[in-house]
């Protein structure tokens, strides 16, 4: 997968892990749990991104995802939530 910006290619990387296979997915940096990102990679620490889908913020698969990940990547969870604006 490419993102075109400007004059220049970025190559993005797409990482299915073992469980989870259909629902949780790590492009670049971003933690994925059903389309959804909940999660960013930076440097050896995962921090949770605020999310809310269908009236919801958390959930128990969502956990489950992002403390799977962390485990095989071997990051660390950060307790902090990053926010990001929806555009």
Do not use: C
Not at 23 to 46: M, P, R
Not at 52 to 79: C, F, P, W
Request: charged share 25%; glycine share 4%.
């Amino acid at each position: 997968t490419y993102i075109y910006r400007a004059t220049f290619a970025i190559k993005l990387y797409t990482m299915r892990l073992e469980r989870y296979k259909m629902n949780l997915k790590v492009i670049g940096n971003n933690v994925y749990s059903y389309d959804t990102l909940v999660a960013e990679i930076d440097g050896d620490k995962l921090y949770k991104v605020k999310w809310r889908v269908h009236g919801m913020s958390s959930s128990v698969t969502t956990t489950k995802h992002i403390n799977y990940v962390a485990k095989e990547l071997g990051l660390t969870i950060q307790d902090e939530l990053k926010e990001y604006e929806t555009l």
